[in-house]
């Protein structure tokens, strides 16, 4: 029985996706595999998991992960939204899949991946009110099912129901005024579960919870299923539900992906939002100790329209309290109000952290589920289940009781909706007559909940600390075209990922001046008169400086796709303003690249990570290629059909070589494919591979040390290091020696924090001190790039740290490439702790980014900020870039 696999392009990177014959078998799961440098996750009481580097839970080996990412072109989506079904019900036959073996689920008795599809297959057979889609497949391959149950629809209805959900949210007067859409708008419901692969039990219940509603004749039930539609999602994350990982096969947490789009789980997840467009959602995760229940505590997103999500939101809270609490589930626990902890005993609580948990649980950045699908408009609650693991998983028992509070939440939830959808609905439908129409935000705060119509019991828990910041939305954002333009890839890859989200963006159909900025006709723009506002605006705008509004963060403070995706986006007047010019809507983002026609020289500007995904495929190609100091690439004759390729496959415009340009090939460096050695985690492997380096190894130090003598390190064969997490080897040892030879021989050392830093200074490459920031301090930075820097053909303005270090005493050949700026963090969560030495007022003017070179011509280059952190820097990634090909030209 055969895998097949085809390439899909994922977030950027190119994964491979398994499509299987008839009967076929999925590979042996991949073991999970500690990756050095990275240290174990102990689950937080939160049960969203650890604050910093969730893919330290790796599912999958370091190699296989870059066979994962390995590069491909990249893809031009129109949007993300997936194709629904004409009527109802929808009932294609599932392919049925052997049974894994090992399979985690066998340890506690849940329900196996390989279980989901015959169940299915019989409840589709037995009832007209299920149906089921695939709505993508993992990271391995294995399918996403969406399950609707309703009652049947005809192709009339259901075309019906599609115009009635389209026009609440592109028309939304309309649909506030037409009394049929209100009368028979059937309501979407979404049920989701374990997006964290190891937190099984919300599955079980969604299968119980739909089989119960596939045969019930309970008047209520009948009813519900008339006026709504349930949607369920039921796992994920199956490859995560297989392994016992909270993590994908990627090594990376979906539920940490929603804006970056790196796995294929998280674009399920986007475009399945999309094309629902719930009235309510929820997702299942755990473990809490005890059933908790969202909304969440401070600091709340900006561009929330939270006096729309926070009435109904903790009404449904509390009523599944009660529901809960009063079905007095055998083995549940109870939340006591008085001490914060935990009992057996029925106090009458569950724990809802709007109400019990004043800072720390937030609902602040739209990387999580819940999060993000409250841009669609939809009320949302991320919900914890209470029995932890014993070990790798829970117990058949506690997985009992998990499962029964599971399906009590979901049945106490939908009951709410089915109550309330009403006044819910004309909710949805104002949040987008905002957007559509420009409003102006009014941020939620302290002074004016009184006057927030609809369910009140919310209202006695907000205070000060919950006050939203206030947002200055612009009329629109304008991504230039031409020498404005740091980075045309980059910027054609923003505007491809806003279009994934569905916000919507279009072009200059003139030249146009706002503000006394001349843009080029065919400039990007997005116009915030849109219904998705919100979800634009946090996508783009910078956000906020929040240190000083809650003690600590549980995730990260800032994501901003303008100002750390490498392109130029500049914010154009208020959103009270008259619209900008003409602007085309655009679906997909044009193809421009070309390569002229007899020249025996072309050359391509290398500024962002789709560059240097052409440069390497040029290279891979074995193409002539040299890289100048002013940013261009330049290709030789005989590698014009590799450009060739790469116009196709890369989108990339070349353009003839002047007989200067070609004369002054004499003295640059013809490059090379690069082989890289990486010390480093998932985020190196994957970040690498996504800008198109695909010769990596890892290389631990222990493997130095054990193969030192035979020349079987690693390292034999590599043309530079990369670091990204520990990679020490003691002085006097066999290994440290055969490192020292291979630097003196030409290899460069490239990487990021402490780790590289101190490898860098061991062999001589560099030197001074590095000073660490507050471990949780993370955010947007100014930064200053020094003239005669790398980094200066293409420089960028803002970085991302999580943590920063910087660089002091800098020795003799060693150079500031990019320094913090005076005023250091822009946007995010960046306090000093302790004597107050690690906060932004100390990195304030010091080294960022270093280099150095040492007398036999090896480079490095150390980066104290974070330019690989969960893919999500692009701008950053190409700097990496550009530094690992410095260094490598250094011998």
């Known amino acids: 029985m055969r895998l097949l696999r085809s390439i899909a392009v994922i977030g950027g990177v190119a994964v491979a996706a398994a499509s299987f014959t008839s009967g076929a078998a999925f590979a042996a799961p991949v073991p999970a595999i500690a990756v050095p440098g990275i240290s174990a996750v102990t ?49 294609p036959t599932l392919t049925v899949y052997p049974a894994d073996s090992p399979d985690a689920t066998d340890l506690n008795q849940t329900i196996a991946f390989s279980e989901l599809a015959p169940r299915l297959n019989q409840l589709m057979a037995e009832s007209d009110r299920v149906s089921t889609q695939l709505v993508g497949q993992s990271t391995a391959g294995r399918d996403l099912y969406l399950v609707t149950v309703t009652a049947p629809e005809s192709t009339g209805e259901t075309a019906r129901q599609s115009k009635w959900r389209d026009e609440i949210r592109t028309a939304p007067a309309k649909a506030a005024s037409d009394p049929q859409l209100a009368a028979e708008y059937k309501t979407p419901i979404w049920i ?39 949607y369920f999602s039921l796992t994920l994350n199956p490859d995560g539900r297989t392994l016992a990982t909270r993590a994908t096969s990627l090594s990376l947490d979906a539920n940490r992906d929603m804006v970056t789009l790196t796995t294929p789980e998280a674009r399920s997840f986007v475009a399945t939002a999309q094309a629902l467009q719930p009235l309510y959602a929820a997702d299942f995760h755990g473990y809490t100790s005890v059933l908790q229940v969202e909304p969440c505590g401070p600091p709340h997103g900006e561009n929330y329209e939270y006096d ?60 999580f589920t819940a999060q993000y699908a409250a841009f669609h408009g939809a009320v949302t609650s991320t919900v914890e289940l209470p029995r932890g693991r014993t070990g790798s998983t829970t117990t058949p028992a506690n997985a009992v009781i998990n499962t029964a509070v599971a399906k009590a939440t979901m049945e106490s939830m939908v009951r709410y909706v089915t109550e309330n959808s009403d006044v819910m609905l004309a909710d949805q439908i104002e949040s987008f007559r905002r957007g559509l129409t420009g409003a102006p935000k009014d941020s939620l705060t302290a002074a004016d909940v009184a006057a927030v119509p609809g369910p009140d019991q919310w ?115 208020s959103t009270t303003d008259a ?21 025996a020289y072309v050359a391509f500007d290398v500024a962002g990570v789709e560059d240097y995904r052409a440069l390497n495929s040029l290279l891979e190609a074995e193409a002539p290629v040299w890289l100048l100091d002013d940013g261009r690439a330049v290709v030789g004759e005989a590698g014009l059909s590799a450009a060739a390729k790469a116009v196709v496959d890369y989108d990339i415009a070349f353009e003839a070589v002047s007989a200067a340009d070609v004369a002054a090939l004499d003295e640059a460096t013809e490059l090379e494919q690069l082989t890289i050695a990486v010390a480093g985690s998932q985020d190196d492997a994957l970040a690498l591979a996504e800008l198109g380096f695909t010769d990596i190894t890892r290389v631990t130090a222990a493997d130095v040390q054990n193969g030192a003598a035979t020349g079987t390190t690693g390292l034999e064969d590599a043309d530079l290091l990369w670091v ?73 303005d803002a970085s991302f740290i999580y943590p920063a270090y910087w660089f002091t005493n800098l020795g003799a050949g060693t150079t500031a490439e990019v320094r913090y700026a005076d005023d250091v963090l822009l946007a995010g ?35 104290g900020t974070s330019p690989f952190f969960r893919t999500h820097p692009k701008g950053a990634m190409s700097q990496a870039a550009q530094a690992i090909f410095w260094a490598a030209a250094g011998d």
């Open 724 to 796: 990204g997490s520990s990679f020490s080897l003691a002085a006097g040892s066999t290994g440290r020696t055969y490192v020292q030879q291979w630097v003196d021989a030409g290899g460069s050392i490239v990487g990021r924090t402490n780790q590289a830093f101190a490898v860098a200074s061991t062999y001589g490459l560099v030197s001074g001190s590095v000073v660490a920031g507050n471990g949780s301090g993370n955010g947007i930075v100014d930064v200053d790039t020094p003239e005669g820097s790398i980094f200066s053909a293409h420089p960028q």
């Open 308 to 367: 729309l999500f926070i009435p109904h939101g903790y009404a449904a809270a509390l009523q599944v309290e009660a529901d809960v609490v009063a079905a007095e589930i055998p083995g549940n626990t109870y939340y006591d109000r008085a001490t914060g902890g935990v009992t057996n005993t029925n106090t009458g609580n569950i724990k809802i952290p709007y109400r019990d948990t004043p800072s720390g649980w937030d609902d602040y950045p739209p990387i």
């Open 43 to 91: 689950e937080d009481p939160g049960g969203r998991g650890p604050e910093r580097d969730p893919g330290s839970e790796t599912s999958t080996s370091f190699a296989d992960l870059v066979k994962l990412a390995k590069t491909g072109p990249a893809a031009k989506a129109t949007a993300g939204a997936i194709d629904m079904p004409t009527s109802y019900p929808f009932q």
């Open 192 to 230: 989701s579960s374990n997006i964290h692969g190891n937190e099984w039990e919300g599955t079980d219940a969604a299968m119980q919870f739909i089989e119960q509603l596939a045969v019930s004749e309970d008047p209520a039930t009948v009813a519900a299923l008339e006026d709504h539609r349930l």
């Open 459 to 573: 209202k006695e828990h907000w205070d000060v600390a919950d006050d939203q910041d206030p947002v200055q939305l612009p009329r629109a954002y304008v991504i230039p075209l031409g020498d404005a333009q740091r980075s045309t890839s980059d910027a054609e890859a923003l505007v491809d990922t806003l279009l994934f989200h569905g916000i919507e963006v279009g072009t200059l159909a003139r030249t146009t001046t706002v503000g006394g900025v001349t843009y080029p006709a065919g400039s990007f723009v997005v116009d915030m008169h849109q219904p998705r506002r919100g979800l634009a605006n946090a996508l783009l705008d910078l956000g906020t400086d929040i240190s000083g509004k809650v003690p600590s963060m549980y995730d990260i403070s800032a994501w901003s796709l303008a100002y750390l995706w490498g392109a130029t986006v500049d914010k154009v007047g």
């Open 829 to 863: 969560h960046w306090r000093p702790s302790g004597a107050g030495t690690n906060g932004p007022a100390a990195a304030a003017g010091q080294a960022a980014v270093i280099s150095g070179e040492s007398a036999s011509g090896s480079r490095a280059v150390v980066f």
């Open 579 to 599: 619209a900008i010019g003409a602007v085309v809507p655009l679906h997909r983002v044009p193809q421009d690249g070309v390569l002229p026609k007899k020249s």
